[in-house]
Nanobody, 119 residues
Framework: QVQLVESGGGLVQAGGSLRLSCAASGSIVMIHVMGWYRQAPGKERELVAS???????NYRDSVKGRFTISRDNAKNTVYLQMNSLKPEDTAVYYC?????????????WGQGTQVTVSS
């Protein structure tokens, strides 16, 4: 019933910027936490940033000061502005959201978008 569609990934040189977008659609009653995860080859999927419905934000230490998560609740969309990108940021980035529908509350995932940062 709900899908998350991501966009904005690509190839960028170290020091560059990218902006990821993720729009949720479907039978949405309420979106609670929205966030971004990433997974590099051979590594565990890790939380990058998250945003609560009340505007709170959370970042992993390695991206603090470089990445900014924001939400447009009217559009059911979450963004991740990534500045000063480093090669170690290279990963598949996944949008994530806890969403209530008329039937249940569950976690949804986007399809993933590749971010590659060259040195």
């Amino acid at each position: 019933q709900v899908q998350l569609v991501e966009s904005g990934g690509g190839l960028v040189q170290a020091g560059g910027s990218l902006r990821l977008s993720c729009a949720a659609s479907g039978s949405i009653v309420m979106i609670h936490v929205m966030g971004w995860y990433r997974q590099a080859p051979g590594k565990e999927r890790e939380l990058v940033a998250s945003s609560g419905s009340g505007g709170s934000t959370n970042y992993r230490d390695s991206v603090k000061g470089r990445f900014t998560i924001s939400r447009d609740n009217a559009k059911n969309t979450v963004y991740l502005q990534m500045n000063s990108l480093k090669p170690e940021d290279t990963a598949v980035y996944y949008c994530n959201a806890d969403i209530s529908t008329p039937f249940q509350l569950r976690t949804y995932w986007g399809q993933g978008t590749q971010v590659t940062v060259s040195s």
